[in-house]
């Protein structure tokens, strides 16, 4: 996966932005479920 990642650095930056998108919707979520 990393090389393929690599080759397409574009659907890398997308993908990590939709990560920190979802981290930031889950975490709180997960702290109030807590």
Do not use: G, N, Q
Not at 12 to 19: K, P, Q, R, V, Y
Request: charged fraction near 35%; avoid cysteine; aromatic fraction near 8%.
């Amino acid at each position: 996966p990393y090389i393929v990642y690599m080759l397409r650095d574009i659907d890398i930056l997308e993908d990590w932005t939709a990560i920190k998108k979802a981290k930031a919707a889950l975490i709180p979520m997960k702290k109030k479920s807590d």
